[in-house]
Every structure is written in structure tokens, then in C-alpha cells.
């Protein structure tokens, strides 16, 4: 039997997990995204920071001042209340090149689903993409959009040595990397675009949760030009 959300999860001693759903989802997200925009200090005493994911958010909180029920309290109070209006995401580009050599599984994916590649990359441009959440490593921010056609499984074992700038396919996920590491998605090509820029402590990243991304196709001389600047 499905629970009935949102569920509320205790996390060690100084956390509280706030699920939506159970699967990727715009709808399920835009309620992460609501009770995100509602939390402060004086809607939930004791709180300090909050991550926002695909179905849930964590909500973590001064053991010191507060605790696992009243902070749940709160919560419920918030969703309970007037709905909160996220701050808009912003569009953000992404520029990709997907010439053969720099695009390893693009054939495989055309070949997989049956279309040619230009059709996979006029698929791939045509996604629909929200930023989800970051994780597993610096900087890789979570989209969520990739059409049905081009869609596949993560592969049986990762790839070592994946660059840096790799724009990569999984299920409705896609993910540009942000430096060498070992990666079992679908590398259907390479992007200039810095999403990790650690000029600026307050703003590492490109995105924000929310963020809409366009990727845009551009040449191989592009690419290296853009690479170098």
C-alpha cells in the first residue's frame, strides 16, 4: 500500500527527510519547491539549511534548540497554510557539441532506439529540462526532462575516465559532468559550459533547484574555442 504524503523521516539527530512521492515528477517537485521557499528560522525554530531533491527535502535543524516532533509540527503547520511561491528559476544555457568523437555513445543510443543520430540530438535539444537536485559530486546538477525516444537504462558497469563536460543520458535524467570520474550513463556529447566555477564561495554552481536549461548545439570549432576562453 502506497503511504499517504508527505512522509516524515528522522534523520540521525538533527534532521527531518520530507517526502512528496515516490517517483520523478514536476508536479511532486514543485511541492519540494513550496515548502523550500516557506522555511526560515521563524517558520521553524532551530532551523539551518535545507536540501531539496527529486521527491523530498531535507530539512536539517539545531538538536540544541529544537527536535525531530517540533520540527515536524512546524512543518505541518507550513503546508497546512497559504502556499508559498517559489522564486522563479531562471533559463540557463548549455552548449553542446556532438560530434562522434566527443559524443562515445551516440551511435549506440541511435542505434538502441531505433532512430538516426541527428534524430537523437534533435531529440536530446527538444528536452524539457528542470534542475532536480545536486549530488554525488561537485557541481552535478540533476535535470529532468529527457523525451521518451531517446530514453535508456544506466549502463551494467560504469565507464572510468569520463571528462569533464560530458552531457549524459539516463532514464528522464540528464547530468553535464563536472570533472573526470567514473560515469554509467549514456555520453552523447561535450559541453564548454562551466557548471562548477569556484570564483565565487557564494555561488559555485550555475544552477539553482528550479532552473530551467536549454542545451544548444554548436561546432567542433566552437567547442574548442569556447573551451579555451
Not at 512543518?75 to 562522434?100: F, I, N, S
Not at 531517446?150 to 560504469?158: F, L, V
Not at 550555475?206 to 532552473?211: K, M, N
Amino acid at each position: 500500500m502506497s503511504p499517504a504524503y508527505p512522509v516524515f523521516r528522522p534523520v540521525a539527530d538533527h534532521a527531518l527527510l520530507v517526502e512528496f512521492g515516490d517517483r520523478i515528477d514536476r508536479d511532486v517537485h514543485d511541492q519540494v519547491l513550496r515548502l523550500d521557499a516557506g522555511l526560515s528560522p521563524e517558520s521553524v525554530p532551530g532551523f539551518l539549511e535545507a536540501v531539496p531533491a527529486y521527491v523530498n527535502i531535507l530539512v536539517r535543524f539545531d538538536p540544541m534548540q529544537t527536535d525531530h516532533a517540533s520540527v515536524e509540527a512546524a512543518l505541518r503547520r507550513l503546508l497546512g497554510g497559504p502556499a508559498r511561491v517559489p522564486k522563479p528559476g531562471r533559463l540557463r544555457e548549455v552548449r553542446v557539441c556532438y560530434e562522434a568523437e566527443l559524443a562515445p555513445d551516440l551511435a549506440r543510443v541511435a542505434e538502441a532506439t531505433g532512430l538516426d543520430t541527428e534524430a537523437v540530438i534533435a531529440a536530446h535539444l527538444a528536452g524539457d529540462y528542470r534542475v532536480y537536485m545536486y549530488g554525488f559530486a561537485p557541481g552535478y546538477a540533476y535535470l529532468a526532462g529527457v523525451p521518451e525516444a531517446i530514453r535508456q537504462p544506466r549502463k551494467t558497469s560504469p565507464v572510468r575516465g569520463t571528462p569533464a563536460g560530458s552531457v549524459t543520458i539516463a532514464g528522464p535524467q540528464c547530468l553535464v559532468t563536472t570533472m573526470i570520474m567514473p560515469n554509467g550513463w549514456w555520453n552523447i556529447g561535450r559541453s564548454p559550459t562551466r557548471i562548477l566555477d569556484g570564483g565565487d564561495s557564494a555561488r559555485p554552481f550555475l544552477f539553482d533547484v528550479g532552473d530551467s536549461v536549454r542545451f544548444t548545439r554548436i561546432t567542433r570549432d566552437q567547442f574548442e574555442a569556447e573551451s579555451r576562453a
